[in-house]
């Protein structure tokens, strides 16, 4: 017997990894030149420089037993410092190390704030379109999870619908800006907006609702602010990755933030750090904790996603697809032709165009682009987009 719930997590691979496989077979069989990837957020940009010259100088210098040994749980005071120096310095803020705890990446730093949240019968709310993973995360973590509908067409928050969802049960909204899947970053018009009603929910049901900041993309964003949400809303837990900001996925390493200033800010600190005991994460890669004490006011080079997003941008546009302006992360969020993102998507597939349909993301009818590929692929990918969309051209004109 196996826990049921686990198996089918395990048993089932995500829609997105589906995609990705079948691509690679696919290029197996025609050519990598002949299929046009467009599922996974693998970042193509490499670490800067100053990351593997760390690495090094680390591997070179530092006493070995120190470099490669248990660090304390909550990270090392150094990387705490280095990450808290460069908020205060970026935002104005005056954040202490203290209120950092280095972790895996987001994505077990999403299910130990989960966890720490998880009363019996609390509810998290995303706002679609979401991260699927936060479903599983929040369940598991015995949250109950609820899906704000989109703000179509821009892909800003609907607070209307939100404000309605808000009960007494609610423990925390979860946000992700700049946005997987819609590369939409929330304005701090938006922002502020929410803050107003959160604040006034919280204080009709007498206990605080947190928002929970999932930025994996923060610095990942094109001429337009990524406001620092804790100076918006004081009850925000951030939970950061240097998985696309320095293009590090497989090192797994980035931190949870919790403002002293939150509502019961050392008893969420503790319970993120007990939660994160309980899953086994006894602390972050260690070697990692050191390159970020020495590495964290490096900035990605978005040179490259910067031209693959304005050539699909401004190339699908002219087609006529229809999306929100992606200002942020590297992905488009499509509004499928025909209006069924499956079809569609199975349609680009047969012409080994692998996008992925939005139902997952809570977006029926959308198809991302996720654009951390060559410049050159898009180029060969247009004139697919061009044959896909041209009979239902025809069906307006
Ligand atoms: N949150 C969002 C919105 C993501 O897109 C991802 C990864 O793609 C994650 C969390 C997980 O990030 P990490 O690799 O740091 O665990």
Known sequence: MVNQNAYALGANRSCIRDLFEYGRQRA??????????????????????????????????????????????????DARKAISDDLNARYGVSTQ??????????????????????????ELLAVAPYFPEYKPFAEEAGLIFKVVPPDVPNFQINLEALAGMLTPAT???????????????????????LAAV???????????????????????????????????????????????????????????????????????????????RAGGHVCAPSLWQ?????????????????????????????????????????????????GDANAFSELAKQRDLLLVPGNGFGCPGYFRVCYCVSYDMIQRSLPVFEELIRPYRLDNE
């Open 28 to 77: 197996a069989i025609v050519g990598p030149e002949n299929v046009y990837d467009y599922s996974l957020g693998n970042p193509s940009i490499p670490a800067p420089k100053e990351v593997n010259e760390a690495v090094h100088q680390i591997l070179n210098e530092m006493d070995s037993l120190l470099v490669h040994g248990y660090t304390s749980a909550v990270g090392d005071y």
């Open 97 to 122: 190390p203290e209120e950092f705890f280095l972790g895996c990446g987001a994505a077990p730093e999403l299910v130990s704030v989960f966890r720490a949240l998880a009363v019996p019968g609390g």
């Open 171 to 193: 423990q925390a909204i979860i946000l992700n800006s700049p946005n997987n899947p819609s590369g939409v970053v929330y304005t701090r018009q938006t922002l502020t907006a």
């Open 290 to 338: 050191k390159v970020i004490a020495r590495c964290a006011h490096l900035r990605p080079d978005l040179e490259s996603y910067n031209r693959n997003r304005l050539a699909l941008y401004e190339g699908l546009s002219a087609m006529g697809y229809e999306m929100a302006k992606p200002d942020g992360a590297f992905y488009l969020f499509v509004k499928a032709p025909g």
């Open 198 to 276: 959160l604040t006034e929910k919280a204080a009709q049901f007498g206990h605080p609702i947190y928002l929970i900041a999932d930025e994996p993309y923060r610095e990942l964003a094109y001429g337009v602010e990524v406001p620092f949400l804790p100076a918006i809303y004081p009850d925000t837990i951030i939970c950061y990755s240097y998985s696309k900001s320095l293009s590090l996925p497989g090192e797994r390493i980035g931190y949870v933030y919790v403002p002293s200033a939150a509502t019961d800010s050392q008893l969420v600190y503790a319970a993120v750090a007990g939660a994160a």
